[in-house]
């Protein structure tokens, strides 16, 4: 099967290469199928635990029940674990699937290492289990799509190391010269996400499972932004290039469409894509000058994007006939049409008039559930209904289960997403929308979140087909496996690399010789993407004007740090921002914008990327001591119809003072201005201002021990944004 590049001399895995005199001897080999087997059955089995979860946690936005009335299953809880175990556990699985089947074929070798190929598969396992448990306990950094303490990112850093040795090690032993175009983002994921992991990462411990990051306010909201956006961009786009350049030509039995395409698009793409993050931050606290280069190199990233996006639908030119007979390729042209899709949408959305409306809203969830449904589901989906039976050697077992699948996916992604975009769009204008008197006209944050209701449902319904399409083809290809016996050493041949070989006539075309040399083609692509992170990260740390400080924010209270880490613990960062834009509509209903300078001593910032709730960073003084505690005792006795679940624990359960000190030590290490008297006596501060908050309680009815989770949590929710009001209460 020829899945050769243009132009006319083409050296890939199913194509000749030229020589210099004789033949070198056959070798005779093995390809290692035990390996992809197993990473294809754990895609299987987290995608459908990943959606499950999914499932539930878009039933508990109208269904406050489904939170299931303990602290350990709701949303803000189990948010990011759908989130991971979509995007580490499944996608992460189907990448490392597809990588080590077609990298071995693409070299023409087996695996460097199959010990180092063990060690990764149940490295990554053990990983997600420990997510697993992890995030329902509350154990976060809050960080969003990087949610897991710090020992578990040092476990994901030594297995990421072990997959690195493991694929560089198999590039260099290989028998085919040429470095098909697959391997080339299969390089750039490995060295991007290695720079993007470990420079977020970066974190002060104070325990085994608690940290602050070493960045405070505006510089992590950049750094959590230039991560968060390129995880999606290097964990979930650049790999899965890989794989559709890889596995649609083999499909399809065409040769990729444009071999100087394919170079175009791979350097732009991830030249540009790392500069396009602070996007993320529009009309936020973040200088100008970094919100408008986000802006301006995402509107480039159309081109790159599209551009991939074309060479794969082009690469189908001349076997449309099979498209329509063929099911696992309509997943592919649905995967590659919803990638073309969320790569136009994604820089539409970067333009400031469309942000203005969008951010925050739901409008951004369906964009990235276009690309996640659509692009990563469709294509893993596709790809294990072609892997499986051929490393079975036995047909798939119903061709019928499949075409279900391909309808009923279909139809989850257009149930989940069309009411998606319709409530995002009704969420922004009604936010912003005045009487003629000049009022807002729905001054109430809630009775926004009532009017999106039915179109919650219908997104729960979308992704309860998406959910049952999983099942259908976990059963169908189980079936498969069971029909069938699985080659776990496949034999191949093929001559050995030619250590000479001199190349001649077009093949000396300039990219030809990166393409045979993989650690220069690693060099250069850390080379590409580093250009774009410096330029926005160092001056943002470096020059001061950049976050100007404002002398009335002092750092936290001992017992309002340790409120802090409650809200962090019980996940509000999921549905509350803490970013007041500079509009009127926003001014209206929270009241002063925020400064960059109100977060310089916020390790880590909880800015937020979505409003499910009304922003918090004017809750400060908004209401008294006994509204928060009815409000998280049961938030429809202050908020009626509200879709907040209770927080009864916090109610009854004692506050840890056990770590006060080391938390004020760590902070102090990474910059907050605590001195050495407040760190020894923090303990009695706490105690001292907690009695306050419990006497408060006590004057209007409420009796609970100040020694109780829901003190200090409301001791923080009273903090937040009062700093500027007492600066402008002194200069009255």
């Not at 890989?242 to 350097?267: D, E, Q």
């Not at 969830?365 to 589901?377: F, K, M, P, R, S």
């Not at 650690?519 to 976050?547: A, K, Y």
């Not at 004057?699 to 937040?720: P, S």
Request: with cysteine; glycine share 8%; aromatic share 14%.
């Amino acid at each position: 099967m020829n899945v050769s590049q243009k132009p006319p001399v083409t050296i890939s895995p199913e194509h000749p290469r030229p020589g210099n005199g004789a033949a070198p001897a056959v070798e005779r080999f093995e390809y290692d199928n035990r390996i992809v087997r197993d990473f294809a059955v754990a895609t299987i089995i987290w995608g459908v635990v990943g959606m499950l979860v999914g499932v539930l946690i878009a039933s508990q936005l109208f269904a406050p029940a489904a939170n299931l009335g303990n602290q350990y299953t709701t949303f803000g809880r189990i948010r990011p674990l759908h989130t991971n175990a979509v995007i580490f556990a499944f996608v992460g699985n189907a990448i490392f699937m597809g990588v080590y089947y077609s990298l071995q074929r693409l070299c023409k070798a087996r695996m460097f290492s199959d010990l180092l190929s063990k060690i990764h598969f149940w490295g990554w396992q053990a990983i997600i289990v420990a997510a697993a448990i992890t995030l329902p306990l509350g154990l976060t950094t809050s960080h969003e799509y990087a949610e897991l303490e710090w020992p578990i990112d040092i476990a994901i850093t030594l297995i990421w190391v072990v997959f690195g040795i493991n694929m560089f090690g198999t590039i260099i032993k290989r028998r085919e010269r040429h470095l098909y175009v697959a391997i080339w983002f299969y390089i750039a994921t490995f060295v991007t996400v290695a720079v993007l992991h470990i420079v977020n990462s970066y974190q002060m411990p104070v325990s085994l499972f608690k940290s602050y990051y070493v960045y405070a306010g505006v510089q992590d909201a950049l750094v959590q932004w230039w991560y968060g956006h390129n995880a999606v961009a290097f964990f979930l786009t650049t790999p899965f290039l890989g794989l559709m350049y890889y596995f649609l030509p083999k499909m399809a039995n065409r040769p990729v469409y444009s071999y100087k395409l394919s170079i175009l698009h791979f350097w732009a793409l991830i030249f540009i894509y790392i500069w396009a993050g602070p996007h993320h931050l529009l009309y936020s606290s973040l200088p100008d000058w970094a919100q408008s280069l986000g802006v301006v190199f995402s509107i480039m990233l159309i081109a790159p994007s599209w551009g991939g996006m074309i060479n794969g639908l082009l690469t189908l030119r001349g076997a449309w006939d099979k498209v329509r007979e063929d099911t696992i390729l309509k997943f592919m042209v649905v995967g590659i049409t919803a990638y073309g899709m969320a790569t136009f949408e994604g820089p539409m959305l970067s333009l400031k008039n469309v942000n203005a409306i969008a951010h925050f809203t739901d409008w951004i969830v369906a964009h990235v559930h276009v690309g996640a449904l659509g692009w990563n589901g469709f294509l893993t989906f596709a790809i294990l209904y072609w892997l499986i039976p051929r490393m079975y050697k036995t047909p798939l077992y119903s061709k019928k289960l499949l075409s279900i699948h391909f309808w009923i996916g279909t139809l989850g992604i257009l149930f989940y997403a069309i009411p998606m975009y319709i409530s995002g769009f009704t969420q922004g204008m009604m936010w912003k929308e005045f009487t003629p008197e000049g009022t807002l006209r729905y001054p109430n944050f809630l009775e926004t979140t009532l009017q999106l209701l039915p179109m919650h449902q219908m997104r729960a319904l979308g992704g309860t087909f998406y959910l049952l399409g999983a099942i259908l083809m976990a059963y169908n290809l189980f079936k498969t496996m069971a029909a069938g016996q699985l080659v776990v050493n496949e034999t191949a041949e093929a001559p050995a690399l030619e250590q000479a070989y001199v190349p001649t006539g077009t093949d000396t075309y300039w990219h030809r010789w990166l393409e045979r040399k993989p650690i220069p083609l690693l060099i250069g692509s850390l080379v590409v993407i580093l250009i774009g992170s410096m330029v926005e990260l160092i001056p943002t740390f470096m020059v001061e004007s950049n976050v100007p400080t404002i002398s009335a924010v002092q750092p936290y209270s001992a017992l309002e740090v340790q409120g802090r880490d409650l809200y962090i613990r019980e996940g509000c960062v999921n549905c509350h921002s803490q970013m007041v834009r500079p509009f009127r509509s926003e001014t209206e209903r929270y009241g002063e914008y925020s400064k960059a300078g109100e977060f310089v001593y916020d390790h880590p910032f909880l800015w937020g990327s979505k409003r499910t709730g009304p922003d918090l960073h004017r809750e400060g003084g908004k209401y008294p001591d006994s509204w928060h505690y009815h409000h998280m005792r049961d938030p429809t006795s202050m908020s009626p119809g509200s879709i907040m679940p209770a927080y009864p624990w916090l109610l009854d359960q004692k506050l840890d003072i056990s770590n006060t000190s080391d938390k004020l030590r760590t902070l102090a290490q990474v910059g907050v201005s605590y001195d050495d008297a407040t760190i020894s006596y923090a303990n009695e501060d706490l105690q001292k201002q907690a009695q306050e908050v419990s006497d408060r309680l006590a004057k209007d009815g409420i009796k609970v021990d100040a020694d109780r989770e829901i003190v200090a949590l409301i001791a923080y929710l009273q903090r937040l944004g009062t700093d500027i009001k007492k600066m402008e209460n002194a200069t009255k």
